[in-house]
């Protein structure tokens, strides 16, 4: 099992696995709670965005090691950004399959 787990972190599967797992569980938690339109919504969807991208830029290594001061813009413009992009390449197939197949 150790092996298994080794060549799926080795090829980023994991990371996949994760974030739809996490994409999952805020649609779910939003379809449970009854999300309509105001200003929740976005407070939630940010924060959302911003623990999937906190989540997608510290599981990445990089490949040179660069001197860098990280900023606010970093924190509350770029991370909830990579977070979107990844909310919306994991949500829309998650979505598309939950109307044919209703598992959510």
Known sequence: MNEIIKDLKKIGLINHISHILLTI????????IGIQFNLFTFIYWYVA???????????????????????????????PFVGLVNMLTYGIPVLIINYFFNFL
Do not use: E, M, Q, R
């Not at 999937?52 to 001061?69: D, E, L, M, Q, R």
């Open 25 to 32: 569980f805020f649609i779910t938690v939003s379809k449970k």
């Open 49 to 79: 965005c911003l623990l999937v991208g906190h989540y997608s830029a510290h599981n990445i290594k990089p490949t040179k090691k660069f001197k860098y001061i990280k900023g606010k813009n970093d924190t509350f413009v770029a991370l």
